[in-house]
């Protein structure tokens, strides 16, 4: 699986769209990017997956790059639940396994 | 959708003991699943992958004979901590996937795992 690179933290202000970056510069033509978070003390929770188009679906937005080698996740109106590490990942199709990065921790200020 | 229910979600036992956590998905076929174990502050690490029916691969430096693997069902794969000792404590998340493609894994809650 490609290597994918987060930055370790993040503020954002309540109510204010939180967009979080995902370098993931060695991505092949058939792996995807998947978005999880973890909140603390529970697993991971899967947010939301794409290809090459851009998704969004009733949890956030993934905005990927024309050359697939970035790509955001979009949380349009953070509240202090959407604190959490946030976790990029990229997987090929079949039985590939999902591993984890380090993920950015996301802190949602009142 | 795609409910993952882990269970006990905390356990606190006796060193020498051994500890079985069970791992169903709920409303769907879990082809694949996995185990992970995460210590204080840090990320998720892969411990196994299991497809049902057969016997799970263990990731590098994991004793499988130490951490029992049984996947017998679409639905269910089981954990057994065999003679825990204190150093086994961790948080255990078991995670389950559909069908190859790509289809997400969906996790369940974890399992808080202490052994005194």
């Known amino acids: 699986d490609a290597k994918t690179t987060q930055p370790t933290s993040m503020d954002c202000a309540e109510g204010r769209a939180a967009n979080l970056p995902c370098n993931h510069s060695?991505?092949?033509?058939?792996?995807?990017v998947y978005w999880y978070r973890q909140i603390h003390s529970q697993g991971p929770q899967y947010i939301i997956h794409g290809l090459k188009n851009n998704e969004t679906n009733e949890m956030a937005s993934l905005i990927i790059t024309e050359d697939r080698k970035s790509s955001t996740l979009i949380l349009p109106h953070a509240t202090l639940r959407d604190t959490a590490v946030y976790y990029c990942i990229v997987r090929g199709g079949g039985y590939q396994k999902v591993t984890f990065g380090i993920g950015t921790k996301l802190q949602v200020i009142p | 959708g795609a409910v993952v229910s882990q269970h006990p979600s905390r356990v606190i036992c006796k060193s020498g003991t051994s500890v079985k956590i069970e791992c169903r998905s709920l409303?769907?076929?879990?082809?694949?699943m996995f185990w992970y174990r995460q210590f204080p502050k840090k990320s998720l690490m892969l411990m196994a992958t299991s497809n049902e029916g057969s016997k799970a691969t263990y990731e590098q430096g994991v004793e499988k004979d130490k951490f029992l693997i049984n996947h017998a069902s679409l639905t269910l794969s089981t954990l057994t901590v065999t003679s825990a000792h204190p150093e086994d404590s961790s948080f255990y998340i078991c995670?389950?996937?559909?069908?190859?493609?790509?289809?997400?894994?969906?996790f369940g809650d974890g399992t808080r795992l202490s052994i005194l």
């Open positions: 060695t991505i092949s033509g058939n792996e995807y």
């Open positions: 409303d769907f076929q879990a082809t694949t």
């Open positions: 995670s389950a996937r559909a069908d190859g493609g790509n289809q997400p894994q969906h």
